[in-house]
C-alpha cells in the first residue's frame, strides 16, 4: 500500500525463497480451474474478499467505469483465458504501485496509470501483477508467513492478519527474489505473446526508481536478500535487448487520450497532499506539459511553491505568468500569482490579480480567502496589519 | 485516526501522562500556559504525549474534540512541513489538508467540504472540514480551526461520526473555538 | 477494520490492563422505567463470529467453517431465548427496500463503535471511565426510526465475537503481544487464544443501546455448542423482563 509498516519490513525479512514446484503445487492454468486447492488456500481467497469489501467500502475507489473498462481490457488481452477471474479495481491514490490479492483482485493506483507513457508500460505491471495471482504467490508467501517459527519470537507479531502484510510486502518493494524474478519473466512472455513492444517494459522500473528517489525512500538492508529495483530494471533490459521493434501498444498519444483525466486528478491529488516533488517528475517535462492543458503551468506553480526550496518561490511565479498567457480564462492561475506579489509586498499587482480572479470566478469556494487578501493588497480596515 | 485513539488509550492506561478526569472548571489553561479555553463541562480530558488536550463525552473512538500547540518547526510531522507566522490562512489550511490525508489510506481519499478563512482568538485563521469514510465505511466528518502566532501553530479539531454525533455536539466545539485564546493576545 | 478485528484490538488493550470481566449495562432510560422491559419484536442481524486459527508463527487467519459454526451456535442460543423463554419475538430477514439496507449498514458501522466505546469504558481501570460507563446512555441516534416505522420492528439484535484458536487446539497459558500491534492496527492475540462475545439490543426509534453484554474467557472454543450457550446463558441472566433460568443440572 501507501506505506510499508514497519511489521512489514519485519516479516518481510522472514519471507520465503522458492516457488510454487518447491512445494508442489502447480499455476493456474486458467480462470475455469483457478480455484483454491486446499483449506487453507480458501483462508486467503476469503480474506481477499474481505478485503475487497474494505477497500469499496472507505471511499478509496477511483470511479472511473470507462478507465476501469479500459485497463480490465489490457489485463484481458495479457491473461486472455482469465477473463472473468482476473478483476481489476483502480484506486485513488497517487503513489506509484499495484498489487495483486491471493482470489485474482488486482488493484491498480491511478497514479500509476497517470505516470506511464504508453500502454505497453501499463501492460507491463500488469503482466507482472497477474503472474503473482496465476503463480499462486500470495498463498504461497503466506503459507511461509504462518508456518515460520522465527517470527514466533517477535511477540509484537502475534495475532497479526496475514493479508495487509502481504499487500505492503508485494507491492512496489516486491516478494522474495525468486518470486519477482518469476513475475518478471513469466510476465516478460505475456507481454510478448500479446503482442506489445517489450523494449517499454525497462521503463516501468525507469519510472519506478523516479518515484523511489522522489519519496526518498532507503532501500532497507532487507533488500540484500530482495531484488532491488536496479536488478530488477537490469534483468528486464537484458530480456528485451534482442526485441525486434513493431509490438504493439507504445503509441503515446491515444494512451494520453485515454488517462487524461486521471493524470488531472493524480496531479490535483498530489499537489493537495503536498507530494510536490513528485508532481515536478510529471511537470517538469516538456513532453508531459504538452500532453497536459495549458494551465497545468499553473500546477507547475503550485509544485514549486509547496516544494518551497531555495529559488521556487521565483519559479513558481514565472510558472503561474506563463500559466496566464497559455490559457487566459483559467482563474486559479491568477489568485496563485496575487499571492506571490501579496507576499513580495507588490500590493498594485497583486490586487488587480485578486480582481481579475474573481471576475473569472464569482462562485469560487475560496472567495472569502481573496477577498481578505484584496482587502491586505489594497491596506483596507480588516486586512491583515 | 486508530492509531492515535489506541496511543490515547494506551498511554492513559500506563501512566505516561496525567490520569483523565473530567472537565469540571470550564476554563482551562495548557499545560505549557501557551493558551486557554473552555471545554465542555462533564466531558472527560486526557492530556497526549506532547502535552496537547484531547476530551471526549462518549469516548475517543466517537467523538473528540482536541486542541493542540505545535512548533513553528516541523508543525505537521507526517508531511515534514515547517510554518511561518508570515503565512496565509489558506496556505496553513492546505498544509492542514495535506496533514490530514497523509495520516492513512481513508483520509487520503477525504473530501473539502469547507475550506475559508475564520477568526481564532481575535486573528485571521482558517476553519476546514472535511469528510472521509473509516474501513467499515461509516462516513466521519473533521472540523478543524487553526491560527499561526510566533509561539506556534495553534489547531482546535472536531471529529465525529456524520450519523448522529458531529452534530450532536457541535455546538460544544463551536463554543470551545470562540472562547480560545493565546497567550498575550 | 472489520467488526472481529476491531473488537479483538478494542478488548486487547483492555485485557493488557488485567480488567477483563463479563460485563451488562442496561440503558439509563430503561433503567428508569419502572416496567423495564426490552421491545417485543427483535431483528437478529446476521451474526457474526470470527473463529482465527493462530499458526506457530503467531499469524491469525479466520477459518470460515469455524465461524459458521460458532456464528450458528450464538443463532441457536437466541433462538431458544425467544422462543423457549418468550423473552422476545424474533425476526429474521425481512423485506428491506435498498435504500433500508444502506441506511442500517451505516448503522451497523455505527453500532461497532458505540458498542466499542461502551466496552472500554466498562472494562476500562480509569475511574472516569468507569463512571462514565455506569451512566449508561449510549446511542446510535434516531436514524432508523423510518426503518422501524416501514418494517414494525422495535429492537435489532447484535451478536458479535472472536475467538482465537492455536494450532495445537488448546489453550495455552496466555502470552501477551506488545502493544506495538495494538497500535499498528493488528489484532494482538495470545498465543493460547481469547474467547469474546458482545450482545446489544439497539431499539430502532430512538437509537438507544438499551441492553448490551460482554464476555470472554481463556479456556473456552465457541466452536463448542456447550461452551458459548454457557457464556450467553450468563450474560443474558441480566436480560431485562426475561425469568431467572433454573439452574441446569450437572
Same mark, same amino acid.
Given at each position: ?385 | ?185 | ?15 493488557? $490492563? ?51 459454526? $460458532?456464528?450458528?451456535? $450464538? ?173 441446569? $443440572?450437572?
Amino acid at each position: 500500500m501507501r506505506r510499508l509498516p514497519a511489521l512489514g519490513l519485519l516479516t518481510a525479512l522472514l519471507l520465503p525463497s522458492g516457488t510454487l514446484a518447491a512445494v508442489g503445487a502447480e499455476p493456474f492454468t486458467s480462470g475455469a480451474v483457478a480455484r483454491p486447492a486446499s483449506e487453507e488456500e480458501q483462508r486467503a481467497w476469503s480474506e481477499a474478499e474481505e478485503l475487497h469489501d474494505i477497500i469499496v467500502r472507505s471511499g478509496v475507489v477511483y470511479d472511473d467505469p470507462a478507465l476501469t473498462a479500459y485497463v480490465q481490457g489490457v489485463m484481458d488481452r495479457l491473461y486472455p483465458e482469465f477473463r472473468g477471474t482476473i478483476r481489476l479495481t483502480l484506486l485513488k491514490a497517487p503513489h506509484l504501485n499495484a498489487f495483486a490479492v491471493p482470489d485474482g483482485g488486482i488493484y491498480v493506483n491511478v497514479g500509476l496509470l497517470a505516470r506511464f507513457e504508453n500502454e505497453a508500460q501499463l501492460a507491463t505491471v500488469l503482466a507482472h501483477e497477474g503472474t503473482h495471482f496465476t503463480h499462486r504467490h500470495g498463498f504461497l508467501s503466506a503459507r511461509s508467513l504462518k508456518n515460520n517459527a522465527a517470527l514466533a519470537t517477535f511477540g509484537s507479531l502475534l495475532g497479526v492478519p496475514i493479508l495487509p502484510q502481504l499487500i505492503a510486502i508485494s507491492s512496489m518493494l516486491g516478494y522474495s527474489r525468486e518470486l519477482e524474478t518469476e513475475a518478471d519473466e513469466a510476465g516478460y512472455r505475456r507481454l510478448l505473446q500479446a503482442g506489445y513492444d517489450v523494449r517499454e517494459a525497462p521503463r516501468v522500473f525507469e519510472h519506478l526508481m523516479r518515484e523511489v528517489k522522489a519519496e526518498d525512500i532507503q532501500e532497507p538492508f532487507f533488500f540484500s536478500t530482495h531484488p532491488k529495483l536496479k536488478d530488477r530494471f537490469g534483468n528486464m533490459t537484458r530480456l528485451s535487448a534482442h526485441a525486434m521493434g513493431g509490438g504493439d501498444g507504445a503509441r503515446r498519444d491515444e494512451y494520453s487520450r485515454i488517462v487524461q483525466q486521471a493524470r488531472i486528478d493524480t496531479l490535483e491529488n498530489m499537489l493537495s497532499m503536498g507530494r510536490a516533488k513528485q508532481a515536478l517528475i510529471v511537470l517538469e517535462d516538456e513532453t508531459n506539459l504538452r500532453e497536459l492543458p495549458p494551465h497545468a503551468l499553473f500546477w507547475q506553480g503550485e509544485a514549486y511553491r509547496r516544494r518551497g526550496e531555495a529559488g521556487d518561490a521565483q519559479k513558481a511565479e514565472a510558472s503561474y505568468r506563463k500559466a496566464i498567457e497559455a490559457a487566459p480564462e483559467f482563474a486559479p492561475s491568477y489568485r496563485a500569482l496575487g499571492i506571490v506579489l501579496l507576499k513580495a509586498g507588490k500590493n498594485a499587482e497583486a490586487a488587480a490579480n485578486f480582481e481579475r480572479y474573481l471576475a473569472l470566478a464569482p462562485d469560487a469556494k475560496d472567495r472569502k480567502y481573496v477577498e481578505s487578501y484584496l482587502r491586505m493588497a489594497r491596506k483596507e480596515p480588516g486586512g491583515k496589519p | 485516526m486508530r492509531r492515535p485513539i489506541l496511543l490515547l488509550m494506551c498511554l492513559a492506561l500506563v501512566g505516561c501522562v496525567p490520569t483523565p478526569a473530567r472537565v469540571d472548571s470550564p476554563r482551562i489553561e495548557a499545560l505549557d500556559k501557551s493558551y486557554t479555553v473552555d471545554l465542555p463541562a462533564g466531558w472527560i480530558r486526557q492530556y497526549t504525549s506532547e502535552k496537547n488536550v484531547v476530551v471526549s463525552r462518549d469516548g475517543f473512538l466517537l467523538e473528540t474534540l482536541a486542541v493542540m500547540r505545535r512548533p513553528l518547526k516541523q508543525a505537521f510531522q507526517r508531511t515534514k512541513k515547517d510554518v511561518s507566522e508570515t503565512m496565509l490562512p489558506s496556505e496553513l489550511a492546505e498544509l492542514e489538508i495535506a496533514e490530514i490525508k497523509a495520516r492513512d489510506d481513508q483520509t487520503a481519499a477525504l473530501t473539502v467540504l469547507d475550506n475559508e478563512p475564520a477568526v481564532v482568538s481575535g486573528k485571521e485563521g482558517f476553519r476546514v472540514k472535511v469528510a472521509y469514510r473509516n474501513p467499515r465505511g461509516l462516513e466521519f466528518y473533521e472540523e478543524v480551526h487553526g491560527v499561526v502566532d510566533k509561539s506556534g501553530l495553534y489547531l482546535l479539531v472536531y471529529r465525529a461520526p456524520r450519523l448522529h454525533y458531529f452534530e450532536k455536539h457541535y455546538r460544544e466545539y463551536q463554543r470551545t473555538v470562540e472562547s480560545f485564546r493565546i497567550a498575550g493576545t | 477494520m472489520h467488526p472481529g478485528r476491531t473488537w479483538a484490538v478494542v478488548f486487547c488493550v483492555i485485557a493488557l $490492563a488485567g480488567c477483563a470481566t463479563g460485563q451488562t449495562s442496561v440503558h439509563r432510560e430503561l433503567t428508569a422505567s419502572a416496567e423495564r422491559r426490552l421491545p417485543k419484536k427483535v431483528l437478529l442481524l446476521p451474526v457474526e463470529i470470527r473463529v482465527h486459527e493462530v499458526s506457530a508463527g503467531g499469524v491469525a487467519e479466520k477459518v470460515d467453517a469455524w465461524s459458521e459454526t $460458532a456464528s450458528g451456535n $450464538a443463532v441457536r442460543y437466541v433462538k431458544s431465548v425467544a422462543t423457549g423463554q418468550g423473552a422476545f419475538e424474533l425476526i429474521e430477514s425481512p423485506t428491506l427496500r435498498p435504500e433500508d439496507t444502506a441506511q442500517l449498514d451505516q448503522h451497523i458501522a455505527l453500532y461497532e463503535l458505540v458498542a466499542s466505546s461502551a466496552y472500554l469504558a466498562q472494562a476500562s481501570p480509569i475511574r472516569v471511565w468507569k463512571e462514565r460507563a455506569k451512566d449508561f446512555d449510549y446511542t446510535l441516534g434516531p436514524g432508523l426510526a423510518p426503518l422501524a416505522e416501514h418494517t414494525g420492528i422495535d429492537a435489532a439484535m447484535i451478536v458479535i465475537g472472536s475467538d482465537y484458536i492455536s494450532t495445537a487446539g488448546r489453550k495455552a497459558a496466555m502470552v501477551m503481544g506488545v502493544l506495538v500491534g495494538a497500535l499498528a492496527g493488528a489484532a494482538i492475540v495470545p498465543s493460547g487464544g481469547v474467547s469474546f462475545v458482545s450482545v446489544g439490543v439497539v431499539d430502532m426509534r430512538t437509537g438507544n443501546l438499551l441492553w448490551f453484554g460482554t464476555d470472554q474467557s481463556g479456556t473456552t472454543d465457541f466452536r463448542n455448542e456447550r461452551d458459548l450457550h454457557e457464556m450467553l446463558d450468563r450474560m443474558f441472566q441480566t436480560y431485562p423482563g426475561l425469568a431467572p433460568r433454573e439452574e441446569k $443440572a450437572g
